[in-house]
């Protein structure tokens, strides 16, 4: 939806904005009027497994920050939308239905000189009702090395959402951003190179179904595929899930969670690598 019907639906009721950012102190500065916080680490990521919080515990979050179980909750944030698009999938993932994304997120509604608050909304809390995961909607190391035989024959697809140095095994982390530590550079054979930022403008918006159909089908990845995408923690390819799921309507898209920082390290697992020193 676009920040002028988010302007025009500020004080609506059944209507929740929820900010959603990389940089977890943006929201402090100044958030859209109403709009309630979420940390994509401290809330989202269980304490001490490599995994997520469990639904039960999605349903407890909501109903602290006062969301119902018929509100239409509309996630934004910086940076294109990109952790909101991460929160959009785990919500999704999670068993959440009336998700939005606010299209062009905080970038576009800031460009606009729209209004932004430091007040502290005011949240009664709720009863959020028990959710059930899509497991559907997320891939798992065992099953992404089986995916690969679909790839091969063409009736699945890899999409490799990180830049193209990372892809190449150049580098193994994000350009301007520390080493996480994983050991091998590359990508998991078969996958295609789409960069998650090919499907924004510079206002933060998404392009035209047109552009973003052009920009996958040029690449191999067609609607009557079984689609898994990645990236480093599932962060970037959580916007190209939203794009392909979303917006393109492909029916079967899934988000390896694990990402590079697990298929890099993993014992046993294959490599591909462009990019040679010689």
Not at 37 to 52: G, T
Not at 138 to 158: C, F, K, T, W
Not at 262 to 274: C, H, Q, R
Request: glycine share 10%.
């Amino acid at each position: 939806m676009s920040t002028e019907w988010a302007a025009q639906n500020l004080q609506t009721p059944g209507v929740r904005f929820v900010e959603v950012n990389e940089d977890i102190l943006l929201y402090e500065t100044g958030h859209l009027p109403g709009a309630v916080k979420l940390d994509w680490q401290a809330d989202l990521w269980h304490p001490v497994e490599r995994d997520f919080i469990e639904p039960q515990q999605v349903s407890e979050l909501l109903g602290k920050l006062g969301i119902g179980a018929d509100d239409t909750i509309v996630l934004y944030g910086d940076k294109s939308n990109w952790w909101a698009s991460y929160a959009y999938w785990f919500l999704s993932y999670s068993g959440v239905s009336h998700l939005k994304i606010m299209n062009g997120g905080r970038q576009k509604w800031v460009a606009e000189g729209r209004e932004l608050t430091t007040d502290a909304p005011t949240v009664t809390a709720t009863t959020y009702p028990a959710l059930q995961r899509d497991e559907s909607l997320r891939a798992y190391r065992d099953e992404v090395r089986a995916h690969l035989e679909s790839v091969n024959n063409g009736q699945g697809a890899m999409v490799d959402v990180r830049s193209p140095d990372e892809f190449s095994g150049k580098v193994t982390h994000m350009p301007n951003y520390p080493q996480e530590g994983v050991l091998r550079g590359g990508h998991i054979p078969g996958a295609r190179n789409i960069p998650w930022a090919k499907a924004t403008n510079e206002d933060g918006t998404f392009k035209s179904a047109d552009e973003l159909k052009a920009l996958y089908e040029g690449e191999g990845v067609t609607a009557d595929k079984d689609v898994i995408a990645y990236c480093r923690i599932a962060e970037r390819s959580s916007h190209s899930w939203f794009v392909l799921r979303e917006l393109l309507g492909y029916p079967k898209v899934r988000n390896y969670d694990g990402s590079w920082t697990e298929w890099g390290n993993g014992v046993g697992l294959p490599i591909a690598k462009t990019y040679s020193e010689e």
